[in-house]
């Protein structure tokens, strides 16, 4: 008798994905410059909460605050992400477009940055992203619409 319930998607808690984000060995370079690391998934709230390490010899501007396309590269990675997970870890969300609004500026050190996914629609998701201080201030807010693609199209 061959056990049907192998050939059904894995149901994967907070905790599974969390581990696997921290096991990976290939993390995307732009993610690894940002100095990104999952910190935190709320699957039933379908957000997360990431932490990022700002490099100031990388990452800033003349003025030594973080320049802000690394800033907008950090919420996209919060909202991303906060996707990928939302999707039950099937599919990527590529981004359509994206809102930033610059609250105060971003200082290298410590950031925490929160992406949800606002509505998974049929063909499109709508996605937030906040970036906070390490005083917990908030830095910037983005929106953002994705396109929900699973992964076995999205592959070469």
């Known amino acids: 008798m061959s056990d049907v319930a192998a050939d059904e998607p894995q149901v994967l808690t907070d905790e599974a994905i969390l ?14 410059t940002l100095g990104f690391q999952l910190l935190a998934v709320r699957q039933a709230d379908r ?18 605050q973080i320049q802000g ?15 990928m997970i939302s999707s039950g870890m099937t599919h990527v969300v590529p981004t ?13 050190g410590a950031l925490r940055g929160v992406g949800r996914v606002v509505k998974w629609g049929k063909t ?5 992203g906040e ?4 005083e917990g201030r908030l830095l910037a807010k ?15």
């Open 69 to 83: 396309g690394y800033v907008c590269a950090m919420l996209d990675e919060c909202m991303s992400v906060a996707g």
């Open 19 to 32: 581990e696997r984000f921290r096991a990976s060995k290939n993390a995307p370079s732009g993610s690894r």
């Open 124 to 128: 499109v998701c709508f996605t937030e």
């Open 47 to 64: 957000e997360v909460e990431v932490g990022f390490e700002a490099r100031a010899d990388l990452l800033c501007n003349p003025m030594g």
């Open 96 to 108: 359509l477009e994206m809102k930033t609004s610059f609250l105060r500026p971003a200082l290298p």
């Open 131 to 134: 970036l906070y201080d390490g």
């Open 142 to 156: 983005a929106s953002g619409t994705a396109i929900p693609t699973p992964f076995a199209r999205f592959k070469k």
